[in-house]
């Protein structure tokens, strides 16, 4: 009787644990989406006490339970008697903690929480061999050099624009943004400030059959392949200067 009344302790408590953190995330991204509708004060009162508050809750319910014997203290022994290496228990616990922080928050930054290539199941089809993507790029010291937006809400990985812009900034604005005018008017803008004045597109072309990855700068290229190709969330925003220039050169 004692150990069915510890596994209903245990039960009880996870679905505590879990209804909390299930309600916080719900709210959270209530919340997230209200914000711009809101005065600054209320915004930051109803955050911060609101959300705020559940979290500080939550956690408080985690520190009780590791420090009293709970369940999660529980499953924290039994993880760490795992047969497994130390190195793929440092891996779980980080890929745990971030899920649960992003989760927390209401925030996706990859790769934890919510990844939408997984989100459906596509229907089969059969890929053409090469892919061509159409990307910005500049020149330095007369070679060019591709703008990777994705890696820029990355702080180890970014080039140019660093802290400050998130996954979905750099997500939107490499695809589902590209686009439009405006989208590449603010891109220019913030290189010029990085003493960047002028970006280009050009293609760069992966072939999956030889695994060569390689890219073409000429102008007049990339204008073609954004007409006549099925690229991935369309063609991309061309600027006037470029197109100019290829009538110029014919």
């Known amino acids: 009787m004692k150990f069915l009344s510890l596994k209903k302790a ?5 679905l505590i644990l879990l209804v ?13 989406k209200w914000l711009p509708y809101f005065k600054a004060s209320l915004k930051w009162k109803l955050y911060f006490c609101l959300h705020g ?20 203290a529980k499953c924290w022994q039994q993880f760490k008697v795992l047969s497994i290496p130390r190195g793929a228990k440092w891996a779980l616990s980080i890929v745990f903690i971030g899920i649960v922080l992003t989760v927390g928050f209401a925030k996706s930054y990859y790769p934890f929480y919510e990844v ?7 229907s089969k089809w059969k890929p053409n061999k090469v892919l061509y993507k159409t990307k910005y790029f500049y020149y330095d010291q007369g070679e060019p050099k591709l703008l990777d937006l994705r890696k820029a809400s990355f702080f180890l990985l970014h080039e140019h624009l660093g802290w400050g812009y998130t996954h979905e900034f750099t997500f939107s604005a490499a695809y ?15 290189m010029k400030e990085r003493g960047i004045d002028t970006l280009w597109v050009g293609v760069q072309m992966v072939n999956y059959e030889t695994g060569e990855v390689s890219f073409n ?8 392949v954004n007409e006549t190709e099925k690229l991935h969330y369309g ?4 600027p006037e200067y470029q197109l100019i220039k290829c009538n110029d050169a014919h």
């Not at 909390?20 to 997230?32: P, W």
């Not at 508050?53 to 999660?72: A, D, K, M, N």
């Not at 063609?235 to 061309?238: G, H, V």
């Open 10 to 14: 245990y039960f009880r408590e996870l």
């Open 20 to 32: 909390i953190l299930l309600i916080e995330f719900n709210f959270a991204q209530c919340f997230d």
């Open 53 to 72: 508050c559940l979290l500080i809750l939550w956690f408080y319910l985690v520190y009780r339970s590791l420090t009293q014997g709970g369940v999660v």
């Open 116 to 122: 939408g290539m997984f989100r459906w199941s596509s």
């Open 176 to 190: 589902h943004n590209k686009g439009q005018k405006e989208n590449f008017e603010f891109i220019q803008s913030l």
């Open 217 to 224: 700068p000429d102008p007049c290229n990339a204008i073609t």
């Open 235 to 238: 063609p991309i925003y061309i």
